[in-house]
């Protein structure tokens, strides 16, 4: 199994609403350029999450994105189900109509256990935790990249240039 791109920059775009400590809206050009994100990418997370009930938009002068629930009450596997959808290994452990051998395959037995410790995991973990791991600083790279108000983040492109030896 592999989380994909959709999933993890929209964990991230979570764990940014969530480090706001006035749960006020943000707007989505600041979350898109502390993550690096383009706004068109962002857009179509957010409508996602939105959709699952995980953010709500805020319309006006003061509008953007906030989180819908508490931080505390918003699990990790909320998020990556609503962006990823069923999380397992192999098909087979999603749709038992996918293969004719699923009845009788000790494969898949083993299949299913590791998706139910997978999603144990993530059942465990909440937007809170990543943000007090935030705060400890137990995620020292997205400190490096720059997750303040007034950090500049290069871009995926200027980083490509700056590894070419290009200005």
């Known amino acids: 199994m592999r989380i994909s791109t959709r999933g993890r920059y ?4 979570m764990l940014d ?10 707007r989505m050009s600041a979350v898109a350029r502390r993550q690096a994100l383009s706004r068109k990418y962002l857009h179509a997370l957010l409508t996602t999450l939105k959709t699952a009930g995980l953010v709500r938009g805020v319309r006006g002068a ?19 189900h609503a962006l990823e959808g069923p999380l397992s290994l192999v098909d087979c452990v999603a749709d038992e109509r996918f293969c004719d051998r699923t009845n009788h395959c000790p494969a898949r037995h083993v299949w299913l256990t ?13 937007l809170a935790d990543l943000v007090a791991l ?32 290009k200005k």
């Open 134 to 165: 935030e705060n400890e600083g137990g995620a020292k790279e997205s400190r490096n990249r720059g997750t303040s108000k007034n950090a500049r983040i290069p871009t995926p492109a200027r980083a490509r240039r700056r590894k070419a030896g």
């Open 10 to 13: 929209g964990l991230r775009a």
């Open 114 to 126: 590791l998706a139910g410790a997978i999603n144990d995991v993530l059942e465990r973990f909440t």
């Open 62 to 80: 003061g509008g953007g994105f906030v989180l819908a629930r508490p931080p505390a009450e918003i699990k990790l596997s909320e998020i990556l």
């Open 17 to 26: 609403l969530a480090m706001n400590p006035n749960c006020e809206p943000v």
